[in-house]
T-cell receptor
Framework: EAEVAQSPRYKITEKSQAVAFWCDPISGHATLYWYRQILGQGPELLVQFQDESVVDDSQLPKDRFSAERLKGVDSTLKIQPAELGDSAMYLC??????????????FGPGTRLTVL | GDSVTQMEGPVTLSEEAFLTINCTYTATGYPSLFWYVQYPGEGLQLLLK?????DKGSNKGFEATYRKETTSFHLEKGSVQVSDSAVYFCALRDGQNFVFGPGTRLSVLP
């Protein structure tokens, strides 16, 4: 069964350092999502791509966060500089159709970020 | 805007007990509704979904019915197992907008 891949699974960094997370969606999925999940809470959308274009980045802290999906396949989320409050699980998800009647998100295992 | 409300946890049950986790939503359109499950240290897994009113989603003994009149999508299971211990998230999709509830932690004791 096809899965969403993410790496690394765990990342420990010091504040003010740069970090990057990678996501490879299920093959053929046009839509890719990055979420941040703080411990004990539900996922919050950071950015949504349709192919290589950003559809929604209204909740992305653009002063320190950036995301790209250059060829419309895999994606990278970057934080520079990292702050203590960025400690969270970063989840990537993909779906075959954005907004279609059978649109369902499939999640990767996540990257657990700890900022010291 | 769209929102999802879930019953607060944690919920602690004995094995073979009946489970209900309440979920209600507000949406501007006609959303699809989902339940996801998250095991410790893992990402979210789709448990079941329903795309229109009166649809019943079911999987692994869990089921939920899309009730438009009460804007609800309560999760039920007749007999829980220890392996069902996890966090359960109710979610909706309204157009391209996905919204998740805060999650309900379930602990099942042997």
């Amino acid at each position: 069964e096809a899965e969403v891949a993410q790496s690394p699974r765990y990342k420990i960094t010091e504040k003010s350092q740069a970090v990057a997370f990678w996501c490879d969606p299920i093959s053929g999925h046009a839509t890719l999502y990055w979420y941040r999940q703080i411990l004990g809470q539900g996922p919050e959308l950071l950015v949504q791509f349709q192919d290589e274009s950003v559809v929604d980045d209204s909740q992305l802290p653009k002063d320190r966060f950036s995301a790209e999906r250059l060829k419309g396949v895999d994606s990278t989320l970057k934080i520079q500089p990292a702050e203590l409050g960025d400690s969270a699980m970063y989840l990537c998800a993909s779906s075959p159709l954005a907004g279609g009647p059978t649109d369902t998100q499939y999640f990767g295992p996540g990257t657990r970020l700890t900022v010291l | 805007g769209d929102s999802v409300t879930q019953m607060e946890g944690p919920v602690t049950l004995s094995e073979e007990a009946f489970l209900t986790i309440n979920c209600t939503y507000t949406a501007t359109g006609y959303p699809s509704l989902f339940w996801y499950v998250q095991y410790p240290g893992e990402g979210l897994q789709l448990l079941l979904k329903a795309t229109k009113a009166d649809d019943k989603g079911s999987n692994k003994g869990f089921e939920a019915t899309y009730r438009k009149e009460t804007t609800s999508f309560h999760l039920e299971k007749g007999s829980v197992q220890v392996s069902d211990s996890a966090v359960y998230f109710c979610a909706l999709r309204d157009g391209q907008n996905f919204v998740f509830g805060p999650g309900t932690r379930l602990s099942v004791l042997p």
